[in-house]
């Protein structure tokens, strides 16, 4: 029996758990997820979730939703993989073997690497919407604010999702303009790039589109 051992179950690991279930052969394939969180967060959702077209219940699920039936499922934190032995081990000391090995840990949101950012006003009036807390924290925040300076401000590369800022001020144009109050709202696009995008044309484009809606675009910004 072969056995694939996949690390992660995110969207990625998901993803070929259920790819993979259906390519191999389950008399020949034993296949096995590990993570060590059970919730499920469709991340590109929390995007929508500061202007109140998603809530909470559209992108939270229980992981064991999306599971294919066949492949064994390990809710642990990873220890160490010792690639030279074929071998993980989980945190709790179990030790498992494998013939072919995915690794889909993902990444994560680290925003007490810049200094300041999660001060006192984390939260209140500094806000990400790369994760569920600062996304719910951010559509309470815009439930009563009457306007002022928004500023959204990529802090450093690579980040994910490049294109998510860009839709967050066009969505934050709309979404001030529906409710009458979009000439109290001074938004600014802040980038450590040269321009609105990665590629010269997109940049062109997008950087026009953004004057178009007057939105204020400050390129080449290292956040100290």
Not at 37 to 43: D, I, L, N, S, V
Not at 45 to 62: A, C, H, W
Not at 120 to 131: Q, R
Request: glycine share 6%; charged share 25%; with cysteine.
């Amino acid at each position: 029996m072969n056995k694939l051992l996949i690390l992660g179950a995110g969207t990625a690991g998901t993803m070929m758990a259920n790819k993979m279930r259906k390519k191999l052969s389950a008399e020949e394939w034993d296949i096995t997820i590990v993570d060590q969180y059970k919730t499920h967060y469709y991340q590109p959702g929390f995007l929508f979730i500061p202007f109140g077209m998603y809530s909470r219940e559209d992108v939270v699920k229980p992981k064991s939703d999306f599971f294919p039936l066949g492949v064994n499922v390990i809710y642990s934190k990873i220890e160490k993989i010792e690639a030279a032995d074929n071998k993980v081990l989980l945190a709790d000391g179990v030790v498992l073997n494998y013939d072919y090995l995915i690794i889909a840990t993902g990444t994560r949101t680290a925003p007490e690497e810049t200094p300041g950012l999660k001060d006192v006003l984390w939260h209140k009036e500094i806000f990400d919407f790369y994760t569920i807390e600062g996304a719910l924290a951010l559509q309470d925040f815009f439930k009563t604010w009457k306007g002022g300076e928004l500023v959204i401000n990529i802090a450093e590369l690579p980040y994910k999702c490049p294109v998510a800022p860009l839709e967050f001020v066009f969505f934050a144009d709309a979404f001030f303009t529906e409710r009458g109050f979009r000439d109290n709202v001074n938004i600014t696009y802040v980038t450590p790039l040269p321009g609105a995008f990665t590629k010269p044309r997109a940049t062109k484009m997008l950087g026009e589109l953004l004057k178009s809606k007057n939105i204020n675009i400050v390129p080449d910004f290292s956040i100290a």
